[in-house]
């Protein structure tokens, strides 16, 4: 069965950089959009990134282009999201996401792991 | 990237309907099919209820409906039930490739 595993949070000084890994089983990464998607502890839910299956496209909100960077590692079925220039505004429960029928449709989620940015 | 916009809370007793309704614009709910609802309930995962606007997922009830008209997409539950008390959120694809979420929707079941 699809398993999505996020790691890599923590607490973080502003200015700083984090690295999240979301290791994917189940199905190849290959084959699927892949996102992230954050909720702010108590509110509502935030899209962040999405890359393709290919790795030939990614998008961003603008609240974070430009600072963090989405990719995929096939060898390893595994996500990433770099995270530079971090701010206080980016503390949330970051949720990774694999598409479904289109790259548009997040079908799956994994549970999720926490990034404090807080000095 | 405005979110799309939802009732803050809806209640509704057992056994009743509920609509919650998701407003965005041409540049998003309007002019795209692209529109996902998902359930989510303290401290869990968000659950994906409904996709492309009608569509639901195998194994979710058929008691969940969505639709649109416009800019707005909506989502039913019919004969309401206790387990149904969560957060509702509405997503859509964007004109500027992107998605873009609604503020969430509390259900309460009277």
């Known amino acids: 069965q699809v398993q999505l595993v996020e790691s890599g949070g923590g607490v973080v000084q502003p200015g700083r950089s984090l690295r999240l890994s979301c290791a994917a089983s189940g199905f190849t990464l290959s084959t699927y959009g892949m996102h992230w998607v954050r909720q702010t502890p108590g509110k509502g839910l935030e899209w962040v990134a999405v890359t393709w299956y290919d790795g030939t496209k990614e998008y961003y909100a603008d609240s974070v282009k430009g600072r963090f960077t989405i990719s995929g590692d096939n060898s390893k079925n595994t996500l990433y999201l770099q995270m530079n220039s971090l701010r206080a505004e980016d503390t949330a429960l970051y949720y990774c996401g694999r598409g479904g029928t289109h790259v548009w449709l997040i079908e799956y989620w994994g549970q999720g792991t926490l990034v404090t940015v807080s000095s | ?110």
């Open chain 2, 1 to 110: 990237q405005s979110a799309l916009t939802q009732p803050a809370s809806v209640s509704g007793s057992p056994g009743q309907s509920i609509t919650i309704s998701c407003t965005g614009s041409s540049s998003d709910v309007g002019n795209y099919n692209y529109v996902s609802w998902y359930q989510q309930r303290p401290g869990k995962v968000p659950k994906l209820m409904i996709y492309d606007v009608t569509n639901r997922p195998s194994g979710i009830s058929n008691r969940f409906s969505g639709s649109k008209s416009g800019n707005t997409a909506s989502l039913t539950i019919s004969g309401l039930q206790a387990e149904d008390e969560a957060d509702y959120y509405c997503t859509s694809y964007t004109s500027s490739n992107t998605l873009v979420f609604g503020g969430g929707t509390k259900l309460t079941v009277l």
